[in-house]
């Protein structure tokens, strides 16, 4: 089983940064991909950013040119610099990992979901 702590949301207003963490332990050897996902109120929750260990990675639309995923591997932390934020950026942000982005895209993911986040952009 992985272990998932996130943390670095908050409020923030339209056009603000955050950073997002996410610090992963447990069983690891078979994580190859981690990936950022968000849950807005009524909605899907979706994959908006995913790294693998070589550092390739993938952006949803909505946020490419703003949001960036890193990976320390050292720490076992991913990260989610995310700039340029919009009120409909405001959702539950949860990390994850995976064998590889499809699964991740799948939501085929190695852990249960926890309690996220909380990222609010409000003015």
């Known amino acids: 089983q992985l272990q998932l702590v996130e943390s670095g949301g908050g409020l923030v207003q339209p056009g603000g940064s955050l950073r997002l963490s996410c610090a992963f332990s447990g069983s690891i050897f078979s994580v190859n991909a981690m990936g950022w996902f968000r849950q807005a109120p009524g909605k899907q929750r979706e994959l908006v950013a995913d790294?693998?260990?070589?550092?390739?990675?993938n952006y949803a639309d909505s946020v490419k040119g703003r949001f960036t995923i890193s990976r320390d591997n050292a720490k076992n932390t991913v990260y989610l610099q995310m700039n340029s934020l919009k009120p409909e950026d405001t959702a539950v942000y949860y990390c994850?990992?995976?064998?590889?982005?499809?699964?991740?895209?799948?939501?085929?993911?190695?852990?249960?979901w926890g309690q996220g986040t909380q990222v609010t952009v409000s003015s």
């Open positions: 790294i693998i260990p070589d550092g390739t990675t």
């Open positions: 994850n990992g995976g064998y590889g982005s499809a699964w991740l895209e799948r939501e085929e993911v190695f852990s249960s």
